[in-house]
């Protein structure tokens, strides 16, 4: 049983499983510290507030590892919204909300969003494992003391598969096994299928169910009232050779609103500081492993081509011809307005050379404009066709690209004004 004994105080405390939450729950971390002013604008930048849809069971090491970050960059809020990890994915999938990223214990519930094409995928990333054990009621009425001596058991509850990691693993574990036929002769099934891990725990605690495999890691003590703590026990390890590996992942979504800052914060997961502050907050860390599985996109995202963008090719001032058409692609609410002030205003600081249009990617002409027919997934200017230009800063040619705002992306209004003066020849 390896360490179960030892886990017997710690995890009952901590409640077995990445379990789920009642009614979801946000929070902000911590307070911004007030940024620079806007380029050009000469008030101050609105913070960015990155938001991550969290497994409630996950909240302690997240809410750490989130304040940390704010704490290294000002002007950034981090809210987590928690809840089980199938209901956050669904809760995409099927009612259209966007948040920059979501964090999947195990592949399940990540898959469940690949599949509809709303993860970018060149940004999964693991940042921490789990680990199978057997629990079974405290009294343990069946004698069941590993693996193999669930098949003593009436019942046994389980995640389902589907939906859930959990399940994904614990099935792939008995097969090896060779235990699942054993367990689920058609017409006497013992393995009952839950909606949640909660479900398949609460079954084990209130005595409904002899058995139950789970993931050793619950990092905190959410509502415990719903966990009836001390009267769930571990029994075993369950072999790790039976299972492959459940690792922690977190990716970006395409429509992330806040891609640039989403990718920063995953590269910080992945740190030495990031991964010791999870370990001590109960997700098992992969320590340097992690820094070896990071996607080249998260590595390097300056080099990375991002998600949708118009065209690859690096554009230069002087192959703009008049008239310019520059297209600006952002929600149209009032904390955008600056950018339709911008956009809007080119053709009169330019007359006759530059046309600016704000396309409101939020209604449903601005949506296939900028979704279907621009190919694009965040929000940023097009400028004849292009996102990518080389313009002087400094006297330094260099690589900008027009994605995001001019307060949360990569360009300024400046680098804008640059690259159209110098396309229409204005001096001075």
Not at 64 to 85: C, I, Q, R, W
Not at 201 to 221: H, Q, T, V
Request: charged residues 25%.
């Amino acid at each position: 049983m390896k360490r179960a004994l030892l886990w017997f105080g710690i995890v009952l405390v901590m409640a077995v499983v990445v379990v789920s939450c009642s009614p979801k729950q946000t929070g902000v971390q911590g307070e911004a510290v007030p940024p620079s002013a806007v380029a050009g604008k000469g008030t101050e930048t609105p913070a960015q507030t990155l938001n991550v849809y969290v497994p409630c069971g996950l909240t302690v090491p997240f809410r750490e590892v989130m304040a940390k970050f704010e704490e290294s960059h000002p002007g950034a809020k981090l809210e987590g919204t928690y809840d089980n990890a199938i209901t956050n994915a669904l809760t995409i999938m099927e009612k259209g909300e966007r948040p920059d990223l979501f964090v999947s214990p195990g592949k399940r519930e990540l898959e469940i969003l690949q599949e509809k094409g709303l993860i970018d995928e060149g940004t999964k990333t693991p940042i921490g494992f789990f680990e199978l054990v057997v629990v079974t009621p405290k009294d343990n009425p069946k004698a069941i003391r590993s693996l193999e001596d669930m098949t003593k058991a009436d019942v046994i509850s389980l995640p389902d598969p589907e939906r859930n990691s959990i399940g994904v693993y614990g099935k792939e574990a008995l097969q090896k096994a060779k235990l699942w036929d054993k367990l689920m002769p058609k017409g006497d099934e013992k393995i009952v299928m839950t909606e949640f891990p909660i479900k398949a725990y609460e079954m084990i605690a209130s005595g409904k169910a002899d058995a139950a495999l789970m993931f050793r890691n619950c990092p905190m003590k959410t509502y415990p009232e719903k966990l009836q703590q001390g009267s769930v026990v571990i029994v075993a390890d369950v072999d790790q050779k039976l299972y492959e590996e459940p690792l922690c992942y977190i990716a970006l979504l395409k429509e992330a609103p806040n891609a640039v800052l989403a990718k920063e914060f995953i590269a910080f997961l992945a740190g030495e500081e990031a991964q010791a502050l999870l370990a001590e907050n109960g997700l098992d860390a992969l320590n340097e492993r992690a820094q070896e599985l990071l996607p080249d996109a998260i590595k390097n995202p300056e080099t990375a081509a991002p998600a949708g963008e118009p065209s690859p090719a690096l554009g230069k001032a002087e192959d703009l011809k008049a008239p310019i058409k520059v297209e600006g692609y952002f929600p149209g609410n009032p904390d955008h307005a600056y950018l339709r002030e911008l956009v809007e205003g080119l053709a009169k600081k330019y007359p006759g050379k530059v046309e600016g249009e704000f396309i409101d990617f939020t209604s449903d002409e601005g949506y296939v404009r900028w979704h279907d027919e621009r190919k694009m997934s965040c929000g940023g200017l097009v400028i004849n066709g292009k996102q990518t230009y080389l313009v002087d800063r400094g006297g330094k040619m260099t690589e900008v690209t027009f994605m995001m705002s001019e307060t949360s992306g990569e360009w300024t209004r400046e680098d804008l004004y640059w690259l159209l003066d110098k396309a229409i020849g204005k001096t001075g």
